[in-house]
């Protein structure tokens, strides 16, 4: 592996931005520390989302799956989470993921959770905005996402955004989703347009910082 892809770079910062709704949305790295924010997002999970994020229905965490998902490096496994800066301790609202793919270094595994009481609120719109703009800074062009066919919210948006389906076996669909160097070459759709506002907040990457983290 190149030199580069084995350093990890300076975390991004946190931003703030709306959701559909007009509330505030902080968006920032998952960080170690977010073990217990995870788990309580998590219970806020039906089985329905659990099993269109896990592929089961999957009871709770374990510390080995709380250690992947939140000690990550930040190019080739990179998180986003949302949080409510509005609400004591900004519990969880959702969570954005690639990991690169050994075999193809410009694809990456992509997945999106939001919990379930804040859904349809566009967050998992705004993650997955803020998950593209860094994938591409990391050299990532393409989103791989495995979405089971009844997932009709999430596969909305990914065909908003000119995804290419081929279908899996056991009611499993495969997504590919290009990120082009230029977000002003998205489709003009829905997901599209959220996709240029939140670039246009955060490019140059990153440099538009309303927070620190902590």
Not at 75 to 100: F, S, T
């Amino acid at each position: 592996m190149p030199a580069e892809r084995r350093r990890a770079p300076a975390q991004p910062a946190a931003i703030e931005l709306l959701a559909r709704d007009g509330r505030p949305v902080l968006i920032r790295p998952i960080v170690s520390e977010d073990k217990a924010r995870l788990v309580e997002a998590f219970q806020g999970l039906s089985e329905e989302s659990r099993v269109r994020r896990f592929m089961s229905p999957l009871r709770e965490l374990t510390p080995e799956q709380l250690r992947y998902l939140t000690e990550i490096d930040y190019r080739d496994h990179m998180a986003w989470g949302a949080l409510d800066p509005a609400a004591p301790g900004e519990p969880g609202l959702g969570v954005a993921r690639y990991v690169r793919l050994a075999e193809e270094p410009d694809v990456a595994e992509a997945a999106v959770t939001v919990v379930d009481e804040h859904q349809g609120r566009g967050i998992g719109t705004l993650l997955l905005g803020m998950l593209a703009i860094t994938a591409r800074g990391a050299g990532i062009h393409r989103f791989r996402a495995y979405v089971l066919e009844g997932n009709s919210p999430m596969l909305d948006i990914l065909l908003d955004l000119g995804a290419r389906i081929e279908r899996e076996e056991g009611g499993m669909l495969r997504v590919d989703v290009p990120i082009p160097e230029n977000p002003e070459d998205l489709p003009d759709t829905p997901t599209g347009r959220v996709f240029k506002a939140v670039a246009k907040r955060v490019i140059p990457p990153f440099s538009l910082v309303t927070r620190a983290l902590p």
